[in-house]
């Protein structure tokens, strides 16, 4: 696996999924669930778009005792998704009982990837609510390192963090960066954005984008411009 463009189905229902991937005939793309399809429709949603010969990254962001996340990952590891993801935040215990619990009989697992400080935190929120005084990028650096100690493939970050994560963990730790847009597209919620080209330049190794290419006027437009900007 490797450079890939990971489309984000914030949908609410497998029926909008469904309608919206129905419109790729072609190449299919890796599709992430996220909460909010996962909560709405259950694991079904992902044995249904797996088996439409999607690759999946499953979303749901765990963050509990070791136990209880190297138990919810052995359910998960059945579900035949991969990549997923856990909060570093959790911890090293956390972290490596995660590990445990996704690695399937024969070895085999889906990358395991660690989401740092939430894009939504910035430096006076982390300060003023979980009392975390350090610059913020430091912490991420920090998180990123934990992670790939504790055993983990990569994490999810900024496009703008990607190339400092791969000096700091090394080329093979994954980085997965939302927060992409079109140079002449619109920004919407998203505070630190980069072009699919400028992602590339930068060494992420997967970009995700949802909106500008579910809301697109011609989705599937949308999506072979990020992949023609992004993996080729
Ligand atoms: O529509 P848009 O391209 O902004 O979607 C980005 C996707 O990436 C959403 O599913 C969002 O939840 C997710 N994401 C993010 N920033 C993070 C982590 C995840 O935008 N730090």
């Known amino acids: 696996m ?23 005939t072609g190449r299919k793309p890796f599709v992430k669930i ?14 249904q778009i797996k ?15 070791p136990n209880t996340v190297k138990k919810a990952m052995a359910v998960l590891k059945n579900l035949d998704v991969d990549i997923t993801n856990l909060h570093a935040a959790g911890a090293t215990a956390m972290m490596q009982g995660a590990l445990e619990g996704l690695t399937r009989e024969d070895g085999t697992r889906p990358l395991l990837i ?5 894009t939504s935190t910035d430096q006076e929120s982390m ?15 920090h998180y990123a390192m934990t992670a790939k100690n504790a055993g983990l493939d990569g994490i999810v970050c900024s496009p703008l963090e990607a190339g400092k994560v791969h000096d700091t963990c090394g080329k093979d730790f994954l980085t997965i960066t939302p927060g992409v847009r079109f140079a002449d597209g619109e920004v919407g919620d998203q505070k630190r954005v980069m072009t699919p080209a400028q992602a590339k330049e930068i060494g992420s190794d997967y970009i995700v984008v949802g909106r500008p290419i579910t809301a697109a006027a011609d989705p599937v437009a949308a999506y072979e411009r990020c992949v023609a ?4």
């Open 2 to 24: 490797g450079k890939d463009v990971i489309v984000a189905c914030d949908f609410a229902s497998a029926e909008q999924t469904f309608a919206f991937l129905d419109k790729f």
């Open 114 to 118: 660690a989401v740092t400080q939430l």
């Open 34 to 47: 996220g909460m909010e399809l996962y909560y709405a429709e259950g694991p079904e949603i992902v044995r």
């Open 51 to 65: 088996a439409r010969g999607h690759k999946i990254f499953l979303d749901l962001k765990l963050h509990d005792i």
């Open 127 to 141: 300060e003023r609510d979980i009392l975390i005084k350090e610059p913020i990028d430091k912490v991420v650096m």
């Open 229 to 232: 900007e992004f993996c080729d």
